[in-house]
């Protein structure tokens, strides 16, 4: 008995729809396929310039700090000690006279030593004590720096020595300002001369960071006040010179 089987059209139709929408969700259940998704105005990034700007300002320094170091010997402590104290006073005290108020000095250090005599053949001998102290002292005008050095070095005879000398801006944060105002306006020049270029209007600023800054280098010379300098009627003679603090800016803008 034959048997014949007959697919009409409608079921072919039909068989094709059903694994078309097999395939479909096989792929997106893969994430083969990805659904179209209409993207908002609010989504999109928006387009920017971003500028690097370098500012620079010269400064001249305009004060003075040096380190001070007294140095006492003594047959006992207590007397080391109150002898040191007595000469690094009155180094302050000549100081005051050249504009150096208390606040302008600072002590950083103080050592107490036993002292030995020693000699050839023999066991060393305790004979006393030596006291060292150190104070940082800033001048802050600088034009009377060279007579505070030499006051200084006076009033402490040959137990005081000064050195570290070092030329300093008084306020460094205001020159940083100046080259950071600079910098700005470098950047934003840049920025709109490439941005009209191009056909776009420099937008409102998307940020802004500063990317390296050179400072006022420490301006250092070794001045030694011994024997040599005790009663010179001359002042140590200080010049200073121009100096230059930089900043670069990276500047990000939107383009309108």
Known sequence: MDTSLSISPKSILLAVAVLLALVAAWLLGTGEGQPATAVMAGDEKPRSIV??????????????????????????????????????????????????????????????APHYQRIKGERPKLDGYVVTQQAQVTVPELAKAGGAITAAVEAGGTSVRVNGIALEIGDPEAAMAAAR???????????????????????????????????FDLQSFPVYGTAALSGATDEVSIHAGESEVAVRLKVTWELE
């Open 181 to 215: 105002d600079d910098a700005v306006k470098q950047a934003t020049a840049k920025a709109k001369r490439y941005s009209q270029a191009a056909g776009n209007t420099l937008g409102p600023v998307l940020s802004m960071a500063e990317v390296e800054r050179r400072g």
């Open 51 to 112: 500028m690097v700007g370098e500012g620079k300002t010269s400064v001249v320094p305009d004060q003075v700090s040096f380190r001070v170091t007294v140095k006492r010997q003594a047959r006992n402590l207590d007397d080391a000690l109150a002898s040191s104290a007595r000469r690094l006073d009155r180094v302050v005290g000549a100081l005051a006279k050249h504009g150096v108020q208390e606040k302008h000095v600072t002590s950083t250090g103080l050592d107490m």
